[in-house]
């Protein structure tokens, strides 16, 4: 059950991740964590885009040698790029608004949307046992409504509760696309991480002028390290998840 574990710890990155958002948020603009995360995971990619092929029968195994991709390829990969960072704008803006609870648990409904997905846009099916995880998730997501309410948010009304749903959705939506990339187009699994990181980076760049308008140059580096461990987390959680086996039927 070495896939369990792995998808465990996962989950346990991505849980982190979300905290050290909210503690990067919190004297930070929104655009500028963003900004800088990319930075850090473009960064985290870009010297094994540069490792030599005598490395390969080492790296290869270890999913840490991304291939060369052809200007169609990196065309291909830019739509994923592009809805990652669309995700971070709405789901930063939404945990920056919203209690960690709430935003973390509509974050949670993510398995959802996925699901859903692959069974109309991929034509998976599911067994009894999944549909039965699928509506606990339901009722879980409905119970969880009510108890922000009692907190006066209002999931159908709150702008933030929408981003972060839209958010959420976006999210799986670029877990759908990574699968048609990877298992119908036969693109490497390393390189789609590895370039989209970088092309990540480059998209973050559009926004530098309107980061530099929101805060100074010596507040933008303050508390670095945050942002260094938020864009590291995320490299990791990314690369474990994609890394683990295939759960069996």
């Known amino acids: 059950m070495t896939w369990v574990a792995l998808g465990l710890l996962a989950g346990l990155l991505l849980g982190t991740y979300d905290f050290l958002t909210k503690l990067a948020l919190h004297d930070r603009s929104v655009l500028a964590v963003i900004v800088l995360s990319s930075a850090v995971g473009a960064l985290l990619w870009m010297p094994l885009l540069a490792v030599p092929n005598s490395a390969a029968s080492?790296?290869?195994?270890?999913?840490?040698?991304?291939?060369?991709?052809?200007?169609t390829e990196h065309c291909v990969l830019l739509l994923k790029s592009a809805m990652m960072v669309a995700n971070w704008v709405l789901s930063y803006y939404a945990i920056k608004a919203l209690p960690l609870s709430i935003s973390a648990g509509v974050r949670a409904s993510g398995p959802l949307w996925t699901a859903i997905g692959a069974i109309v846009f991929l034509g998976e099916s599911l067994g009894w046992w999944q549909w039965?995880?699928?509506?606990?998730s339901m009722v879980a997501y409905y119970l969880f409504s009510l108890i922000g309410q009692k907190e006066g948010i209002r999931f159908h009304r709150n702008g933030w509760v929408l981003c972060m749903v839209g958010a959420t959705i976006l999210s799986s939506a670029t877990a759908l696309y990574d699968k048609h990339v990877v298992a119908r187009l036969g693109m490497d699994l390393a390189a789609v991480q590895a370039w989209s990181a970088v092309q990540r980076g480059v998209i973050a760049l559009?926004?530098?002028?309107?980061?530099?308008r929101e805060v100074s140059l010596s507040g933008l580096f303050t508390r670095l390290w945050v942002i260094s461990i938020l864009g590291t987390a995320y490299v990791a959680a990314e690369y474990i998840y994609r890394e683990r086996p295939v759960c069996p039927p």
């Open 58 to 71: 080492v790296l290869r195994p270890l999913g840490l040698f991304p291939a060369s991709l052809r200007w």
């Open 206 to 212: 559009i926004l530098v002028p309107w980061v530099y």
């Open 132 to 136: 039965a995880g699928l509506a606990v």
